[in-house]
């Protein structure tokens, strides 16, 4: 807390995207409780820099070491510190002055600086679910040592968060997280072989990055939640289901040793699980839209077509063995995306360069941190060799 006037100091790493945005949405509709101390960005200036003037935070870091004229520029006589590049990040996570990280970079990027915030013992708000999908082992041995809370942020894990407060003591039969299908659900592969960046990156129900996006029409999405809850929740790869339900209203549910079922619901709107993870353990006022019984649609559930989605066998597959494999799956995956979002492989392709890297790279059963860096790096290089990006 900031001791002269008792607000919640945040820095959100990643504050630009999709996440980050929505979070400065909630920051400045609650500014008697919340302050800005840290933003950071990869490549938009701009935004940061309007983002800087609005919140007046004490540092902020832009990634792309191009952009540090122009930032700085815009910054520095209003007194606030400018930083760039990729070490930056650990740095100013370092820092002394914030109480809460919002970790929502996107990709293995956001692994060091929100395991710097971890080892600071501070509160992180957890988007960045591959940091748990690379390392969740170490996050979590640390966050224990350390006394680091993580809240998370994904709405289906804020959903099971929020169905075990109260619960420490009793035994859970099983987790089931929701999936709303995503853009293709009920297509097949003769449809999917076809598709374009496009038509991915048009989610049913949420508005996201585009990496996610992808991830979701995949179905990759829900394995890389599968492996997060995993490590987040603490439990085996057989008490993680999934479920198709394309209208996301029930964000997640758990099953309890009894039988009962716990779900959280509500609109399909990230503002709800971000501002929970800002404000946590208070639930804040807020005049986002609620949902509406009387004018709901049917709630409908059914199996997700593995066959035909074969990401998400693929991500399961990781979960099962662990050790090294979800931080291969994890680079693969995202040489993939970011291959097929530059419109150089089709959509199927994304599956077979995942499966092949995760044959092909060397299986570590207790890898240290160094072997996740390690495999990360070897994957990323063979799956652009694959793909002939190098
Ligand atoms: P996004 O692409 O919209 O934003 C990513 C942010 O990270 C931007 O601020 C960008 O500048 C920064 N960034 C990108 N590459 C970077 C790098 N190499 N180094 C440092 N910073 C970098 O992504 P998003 O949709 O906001 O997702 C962020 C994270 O939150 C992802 O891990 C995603 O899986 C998770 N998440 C997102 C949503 C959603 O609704 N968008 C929901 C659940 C979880
Ligand atoms: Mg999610």
């Known amino acids: 807390m900031n001791e002269a006037n008792q607000k919640k100091r945040i820095a959100i790493f990643g504050s630009t995207g999709s996440i980050g945005t929505q979070a400065l949405d909630v920051v400045r509709a609650h500014s008697e409780i919340f302050e800005v101390e840290i933003l950071t960005a990869q490549a938009n200036a701009e935004l940061l820099i309007s983002q800087a003037l609005e919140f007046m935070p004490n540092a902020v870091v832009i990634g792309n070491e191009e952009k540090f004229k122009e930032v700085k520029e815009a910054l520095s006589d209003k007194g606030i510190k400018v930083f760039c590049g990729e070490k930056a990040l650990e740095e100013v996570a370092d820092f002394d002055t914030y109480d809460l990280m919002l970790a929502a970079i996107v990709g293995f990027a956001g692994l060091r600086p929100t395991l ?16 748990l999908v690379v390392a969740g082992d170490i996050v979590m041995q640390k966050a224990v040592e350390n006394r680091a809370p993580i809240i998370p942020v994904d709405s289906e894990h804020s959903a ?9 003591r009793n035994p859970i039969n099983k987790v089931i997280l929701t999936a709303s299908g995503g853009p293709f659900l009920g297509k097949k592969p003769n449809f999917l072989v076809n598709v374009k960046r496009d038509h991915a990156l048009q989610h ?7 990496k996610i996006s992808v991830d979701s029409a995949t179905l990759m999405n829900k394995g890389l939640e599968m492996i997060e809850a995993k490590w987040l929740f603490n439990l085996k790869p057989k008490q993680i289901e999934v479920v198709i339900h394309p209208q996301s209203i029930i964000h997640s549910m758990v099953e309890f040793a009894d039988g009962s079922v716990k779900a959280q619901l509500g609109l399909p709107d990230m503002k709800l699980p971000i501002q929970y993870a800002l404000s946590f353990p208070q639930r804040i006022n807020n005049d986002f839209p609620k949902l509406n019984f009387k004018k709901a649609n049917a709630l409908t559930f059914e199996e997700p077509d593995l066959r035909t989605f074969r990401n998400l066998g693929l991500a399961m597959d990781a979960l099962h063995k662990g050790g090294n494999l ?9 040489i993939a995306v970011w291959a097929f979002l530059k419109n150089r492989i089709g959509f199927l392709d994304i599956t077979a360069v995942v499966e092949r890297t995760m044959e092909v790279i060397p299986f570590i059963e207790n890898p240290s941190l160094e072997d996740y860096f390690y495999s990360d790096g070897e994957a990323r290089n063979f799956a652009a060799t694959l793909l002939q990006i190098e």
Do not use: D, H, R, Y
């Open 326 to 334: 979800p931080c291969i799956l994890n680079a693969a995956n995202e």
């Open 160 to 168: 099971v968060f929020q169905c075990l407060l109260g619960e420490a």
């Open 204 to 210: 049913p129900n949420w508005s996201m990055g585009a």
């Open 116 to 131: 710097k915030a971890v080892e600071k013992g501070k509160t992180v708000a957890l988007a960045n679910k591959e940091t």
